[in-house]
């Protein structure tokens, strides 16, 4: 009877070791799949915010204002 109730608990222990294992692959899973979708929608809106960002620096800043800073020199005379 003893030998029949440790075979239990081993098989029990077994049980839930092997369901705590899949469970953490389901979760090693799903978490590679949200960042794959996070990293193909980082991809797609990349260029539309890039876009709107140049937009809007040109609003603000005129046309030139990838040429960077003015910077003005006095020659001497």
Not at 40 to 65: D, F, S
Not at 68 to 73: L, N, S
Request: aromatic share 2%; hydrophobic share 60%; with cysteine.
């Amino acid at each position: 009877m003893e030998r029949i109730k440790m075979t239990c608990a081993a098989l029990l222990m077994a049980a839930v070791g092997l369901a705590g294992l899949g469970f953490g692959l389901v979760a090693l899973l799903v978490t590679a799949v949200i960042g794959a979708v996070a990293m193909l929608a980082a991809r797609i809106a990349a260029p539309v915010l890039l876009k709107r960002a140049e937009a809007q620096m040109q609003a603000m800043h005129g046309a030139g204002w990838r040429d960077g800073p003015v910077i003005r020199v006095r020659m001497p005379q």
